[in-house]
C-alpha cells in the first residue's frame, strides 16, 4: 500500500512486500542481462606427436546453448621462441579431424609451425556440437605440440557488430 505526505516536499513510502518485489526484478533483470554477455575465454591442448610427426589437438566444444567466436587461434612446439621448425598445422571444425570437408585453413596460411591466425567478429563460430581441432602433420617426431584459442563464449544466437577499430560488442540476442 502506497502512502504520501505532502508537506512542502512530496515523500513515497513502499511496503516490504512491494520492496521484495522491486528487488526482485532487479536480480532477473541482472541474471537475464548476464546470460547473455560474452565471455572472453583461452582454450588450450597439446598433444606429443607420433612417429610420423603428426597429431590432433582437441581445444574442445562450446557448452550446450553456447558457440563460440574463434578471435585467435595458434600452434607452436615446446619452446613458443625457437626458430621455425618444419611442419604445418591446419585448423579443423566438427567432430571428426581428418575429415577434408572439416578442413578450415592451415595455420598461418601455410607457414610452418610455429603460427597463428586471427579471425573478424562472426567470421569462424562453432556451434555446441563443433570441436575445435589443430591437426599437425610433418612435424619433429615425438615433441609436444601446443595450441590455443580465444574466444568469445556466447549464448546462442549472439551476434556482434563488426568493428575492426573496437572490440566486438554485443548487438543483439535472437
Do not use: C
Request: net charge neutral; proline share 6%.
Amino acid at each position: 500500500m502506497r502512502t504520501k505526505i505532502a508537506v512542502g516536499a512530496e515523500v513515497d513510502f513502499i511496503t516490504k512486500g512491494e520492496m521484495e518485489q522491486v528487488l526482485a526484478e532487479h536480480r532477473r533483470a541482472v541474471a537475464k542481462m548476464l546470460r547473455t554477455v560474452p565471455i572472453p575465454k583461452t582454450i588450450e591442448g597439446t598433444i606429443q606427436l607420433d612417429a610420423t610427426g603428426a597429431g590432433v589437438i582437441d581445444l574442445g566444444v562450446p557448452n550446450p546453448g553456447r558457440t563460440w567466436n574463434v578471435r585467435r587461434v595458434s600452434v607452436s612446439y615446446q619452446d613458443p621462441t625457437a626458430a621455425l621448425a618444419a611442419g604445418i598445422a591446419a585448423i579443423m571444425r566438427g567432430n571428426d579431424p581428418t575429415n577434408p570437408l572439416n578442413f578450415v585453413e592451415r595455420i598461418g596460411n601455410g607457414t610452418q609451425i610455429p603460427g597463428a591466425n586471427k579471425y573478424s567478429a562472426d567470421q569462424l563460430v562453432l556451434a555446441q556440437d563443433e570441436h575445435l581441432f589443430i591437426r599437425v602433420s610433418a612435424g619433429t617426431v615425438s615433441v609436444f605440440a601446443f595450441g590455443s584459442a580465444q574466444v568469445l563464449d556466447s549464448p546462442k544466437g549472439t551476434v556482434y557488430d563488426l568493428d575492426l577499430e573496437e572490440a566486438p560488442k554485443l548487438s543483439r540476442v535472437v
